[in-house]
C-alpha cells in the first residue's frame, strides 16, 4: 500500500492551493483518512480527518479549508482557501486502509503515511 500526495507549492497569502492524496495497492477497504502538517520547529497536527462518520478541523482551518474524498478513486483531498503564512509547512496524508496480505483470505488494517508536500505562503 503506498500513499502518493500532490499539489503543494508556492501561494502568496490569500491564495488556493487543493491537495490530493490517492492510496494504491490491494485494498480491501479504507476507514479513516486525513490531513497533517508540521512547519519548521514545529510538531505534527492534525488540519483536518474524514471518515464515515463525518469531518474535523483544526480551529485554525474551519472555514477556509475543506476536505473530501473519492471513494471509488481512494483519494482524499483538502482544498485550501484564504491561505495565511502561517499555513506554511509539510502536508502529509494518512489513511487507515485495511489491505489483503499474501495469505489467501487474510487482511490486515494499518495506519499508511504520504510522503509530504510542502505548502508556502509567501508574497
Known amino acids: 500500500v503506498q500513499l502518493q500526495a500532490s499539489g503543494g507549492g508556492l501561494v502568496q497569502p490569500g491564495g488556493s492551493l487543493r491537495l490530493s492524496c490517492a492510496v494504491s495497492g490491494d485494498i480491501f477497504s479504507i476507514d479513516y483518512m486525513g490531513w497533517y502538517r508540521q512547519a519548521p520547529g514545529k510538531q505534527r497536527e492534525l488540519v483536518a480527518g474524514v471518515n464515515s462518520g463525518g469531518v474535523n478541523y483544526v480551529d485554525s482551518v474551519k472555514g477556509r479549508f475543506t476536505i473530501s474524498r473519492d471513494n471509488a478513486e481512494n483519494t482524499v483531498y483538502l482544498q485550501m482557501n484564504s491561505l495565511k503564512p502561517e499555513d506554511t509547512a509539510v502536508y502529509y496524508c494518512?489513511?487507515?486502509?485495511?489491505?489483503?496480505?499474501?495469505?489467501?483470505?487474510?487482511?490486515?488494517?494499518?495506519?499508511?503515511w504520504g510522503q509530504g508536500t510542502l505548502v508556502t505562503v509567501s508574497s
Open positions: 494518512n489513511a487507515d486502509v485495511t489491505y489483503r496480505t499474501i495469505v489467501p483470505g487474510r487482511t490486515k488494517r494499518t495506519t499508511f
